[in-house]
């Protein structure tokens, strides 16, 4: 029960009134995005006539902007978590109690976010797209999209907790749309990009699928691995000022 309260405190702190603003701006750009994405305004026969065509494009369309505004909104995540809110309650509880609480709040602003996306994702077609249809393959599409932004968040974390500067998380945005826009198949091994894109997980939109640009880059392995350092850094703090 303590742990849970101590998860509800860091989700107070985390949920300022700025994050709740910025939340609910993103909500309100993807639900746009997927309207516009069914091209609502065309006409009946125009649906039905290209409606392989309007399918594919709603589900494409709509993958693309989810993954830029996810990655967006874990990079800001973990500015919100970079406040110094940490150190008052490492001061009454355990710091492993603190660290781990802290990621799991992460994690469930994150779950929760995709849940949502993904209610929307679904509702929204229903409405105004002819014939939609649900695929058991879109669960799996944004789990991808949420350990991807999972990835993003704790490289975030990790950076700012190296560099001690919030600022350092821009590197990771900076890289996340670096790689959106070079990444594509006509990529030569042993370029720049195709070395990245082993260690960076790059998402790319294949038809009406996500996918990992280099498929054998398992997203858990470099989660695994950025949460050891994570957690190794955070614990190598001797000094809390």
Not at 65 to 83: C, D, E, K, P, Q
Request: contains cysteine; aromatic residues 20%.
């Amino acid at each position: 029960m303590k742990f849970l309260k101590l998860i509800g405190i860091n989700i107070k702190f985390i949920l300022s009134k700025q994050s709740i603003f910025f939340l609910s701006i993103s909500f309100l750009i993807l639900c746009v995005s997927f309207l516009f994405n069914t091209n609502f305004l065309s006409n009946t026969s125009s649906k039905i006539l290209f409606e392989k065509e309007y399918y594919s494009s709603y589900i494409s369309s709509s993958y693309n902007v989810l993954i830029a505004i996810f990655g967006l909104l874990s990079v800001f995540l973990s500015i919100m978590f970079s406040n110094s809110y940490d150190l008052y309650l490492i001061s009454r509880r355990r710091r492993s109690e603190v660290i781990t609480s802290k990621l799991v709040s992460g994690l469930l602003i994150e779950l929760f976010y995709i849940y949502i996306s993904f209610a929307l994702f679904n509702f929204i077609p229903v409405i105004f797209l002819r014939y939609y249809k649900f695929k058991i393959s879109f669960v799996s599409d944004f789990l991808l999209i949420y350990l991807n932004g999972i990835f993003l968040l704790l490289l975030s974390l990790l950076l700012i907790e190296l560099f001690k500067n919030v600022l350092s998380c821009f590197i990771v945005l900076v890289l996340f749309w670096a790689m959106k826009i070079f990444t594509n198949s006509s990529i030569k091994k042993n370029s720049l990009i195709y070395v990245i894109n082993h260690f960076f997980p790059t998402l790319i939109v294949d038809d009406v699928k996500t996918k990992l640009y280099y498929p054998n880059n398992f997203i858990v392995i470099p989660l695994a691995i950025l949460l050891g350092f994570f957690i190794t850094i955070y614990y190598s703090r001797k000094n809390i000022k």
